[in-house]
């Protein structure tokens, strides 16, 4: 399995940017797709998550009303919008799917950096 990130970058407070995570199966293949970021010294943490058998999405705290997470299922592919965005959003932004078939696998993407100015 192969999930390829892009869209992250350096914007400025209050700016918006896509990340979107295309995956080398089908969507429906895993149990949940979604993000994850790790900000430097920090663990990585939860940004949003779909359940992709009931499409229920998941956000962290800091993302609800900010962050939209949707999925394309005809192009394998899970985005993140992202709003008003601020500087302690910069991280290192990975992709992240699980496959729970008996054995839960977990498949992580390259990392994307979102980097936002003050």
């Known amino acids: 399995v192969q999930l390829q990130a892009s869209g992250g970058g350096l914007v400025q407070t209050g700016g918006s940017l896509r990340l979107s995570c295309e995956a080398s199966e089908s969507i429906s293949d895993f149990s949940s797709m979604g993000w994850y970021r790790q900000a430097p010294g920090q663990e990585r943490a939860l940004v949003a998550l779909?359940?992709?058998?009931?499409?229920?999405?998941n956000y962290a705290n800091f993302a609800k009303d900010r962050f939209t997470l949707s999925r394309d299922n005809a192009k394998n592919t899970v985005s993140l919008q992202m709003n008003s965005l601020k500087p302690e959003d910069t991280a290192v932004y990975y992709c992240?799917?699980?496959?729970?078939?008996?054995?839960?696998?977990?498949?992580w993407g390259q990392g994307t950096q979102v980097t936002v100015s003050s």
């Open positions: 779909v359940v992709t058998r009931y499409g229920l999405i």
């Open positions: 992240n799917a699980v496959r729970s078939r008996g054995v839960s696998v977990t498949y």
